[in-house]
């Protein structure tokens, strides 16, 4: 990351006089707290410090789906943010895990934990099923695939009898107990479910800097040059979905965990809409952004419960704006942004004014 | 088994219209419009609409009035996917693949939850039923309206396809699908064309949906959702971009799924289509009728 910042320099300066005016004082000390390190500590400090300020059972109900909800978007980001693969049923990825942990556990009556083996095998086998056949064409394939993969585990589990059909699976067991120590308290629960989710968003946050990572942003930002350097794009690119899979079956177990009950209603489309539109308001491969992102769209909810009948059609409205108007998203990954500026990757306009220009170059 | 071919037939041919837009958008740009399945959905309330500001309508005229009524939600959904495209799309034309693509998505939930917020979330019971008698050919039940439905949307597809080989506009049409840089320097007016594909396709929607309004009775926001999806599987069985394709793709999946559903139990009816899409996908991605295309750089 040090050394893009320092090699770009010169190039950054014609992109300069764009960025720079456009940034008061106030924004600029902004990003200097966004941007710093220490940024990941303090969010994690407040969000165990929280509960010591109010723990009813409502804010803890939210703050634990909060914290899943950020959980799915970190994974989504790796799909969508890091390879630039559109995934619309992502939700589906979740219910697989959710299930899987909720029919195991149910059936040898084992705490959730013990499950997770059997919900990585089902989760990646979901993803290789999905990815290995739609990878090899073009993304938008995948999109409307996945799109109908969705539907497809949910319809599913609607009608099978293992899943319990459309009223799904109850009473499924806590996560862990050992004597008298009951993961599945409320607060005890939320600090767990925060303590994964830390992890797991370092983890993506580790991956989307790793050799792995850097291959993910080459394939998104330009996959022939890509594949050119010798990047198995294949490879990378089911990688990435599989990785996402696992996240999201993940979030799958601590979902189950939390409600102690699946039922095919949780995971209609409108669900993996809602991921998306999180990993997309938060800036698209940007981490921070994301966590951002799922955090405002899963707490607005609570915040505007009398406009729900405007809520998705502002949703939709903010989709299209800020696709126009920033196709990178709100806040996107800055180390990617003066590689974008002086390539001439297809389509690499970070601004909707340079477009035509771009294009008739071409 | 004469009933399943014709269920088939019937339901096939509400694909097809669809599927044709949906190829046709795919042809000239390069996009799946994921709103196209919505602008079914908007065809129907549009007619809804129309159809209850009117009042009661004798159930002689029903059919007269239906057709009126189809016209003028053909006009307004087409005015409508033209607006989407100038709008939604054509700012991006130039972006990544994933900014249009999320674009799409945006523009169907503005489609959905704007009709859910305008006319309710509720199912609308469709003001014109149409009724007419029955009669038994080789032992399957067919209706008049049945006959009649089809032979609409058979009219629309001839005329699609003769305007597609026939006019200059088609031949444009064409020849933007294959470069559109080079059509441009042609002298083609590559912009008029688009818009006058989306208007097209989505007008091409907005009958099939004012057609099902009509024949299943009862309409709601979320209805274009699934078909969307069954028009995509249909576009890509018949080889997407080929507009005959889509006709052949349409009524394809209409027979499929008539004896998927009649095999495997109806709850199991979608479920068949997207694992018969997903087979296609990766057994044959070009589908039936589509060349082999090579991905330009």
Known sequence: MTTTTTTDSPNAAPSGPKNVPRRGRLATSLSTILESKGLGWGALALALFLPLINASPYALNIMTTAAIFILLASGLNIVVGYCGLLDLGYIAFMAVGAYTAGIVAKSFMLPLIFTIPAVLVMTILAGLIIGAPTLRLRSDYLAIVTLGFGEIVRITANNISVTG??????????????GDFDLQQPAVFYYFTVIVVAVFVV????????????????VREDEDAAEAMGIHTYKVKLLAYIFGAIWGGVGGVLFAAHISAVSPQSFVFLQSALVLMAVVMGGMGNMRGVIIGALVISLLPELLRD???????????????????????????????????????????????????KGKSR | MTQLLWDGLFVGSFYALIALGYSMVYGIIKLLNFAHGDLYMLGAFVAFAMLSSLGGIPASLSIVSLLV?????????????????????????????????????GVSFILEYG??????????????????EMFMVLGARITMPQIVLMLIAAVLMVLLDTYIRKTSTGRAMRSISLDRTGSLLMGINVNAVITRTFFIGSALAAAAGVMAGAHYGNINFLMGFIIGLKAFTAAVI??????????????????????GAEWFGGEWRDVFAFAILILFLTLRPTGILGERVTERV
Do not use: C, H, T
Request: avoid cysteine; proline fraction near 7%.
């Open chain 2, 238 to 259: 018949g080889g997407i971009g080929n507009i005959r394709g889509a006709m052949l793709g349409g009524l394809l999946l209409g027979f499929i799924e008539a004896f």
């Open chain 2, 69 to 105: 009524v189809l016209m003028l939600s053909m006009v307004i959904s087409g005015a409508a996917g033209v607006v989407i495209e100038r709008f939604a799309y054509r700012p991006l034309r130039n972006s990544p693949r994933l900014a249009l693509l999320i674009s799409a998505v």
């Open chain 1, 307 to 357: 406009l729900a009948a405007y809520r998705y059609l502002a949703f939709g409205l903010l989709l299209v704006v800020v696709m126009i108007f920033r196709p990178q998203g709100l806040w996107p990954s800055r180390a990617s942004e003066p590689e974008r500026d002086d390539g001439a990757a297809a389509g690499a306009s970070a601004d909707a004014s340079v477009a035509p220009a």
């Open chain 1, 165 to 178: 059909g459309p009223s799904g699976i109850f009473g499924i067991p806590g996560i862990l107990k050992i």
């Open chain 1, 203 to 218: 983890w993506s946050a580790r991956l989307g800097k790793s050799r792995l990572g850097r291959a993910w942003r080459f």
């Open chain 2, 115 to 132: 009709v859910s917020a305008i006319a309710g979330p509720n199912p609308r019971a469709f003001p014109v039923r149409l009724e007419g």
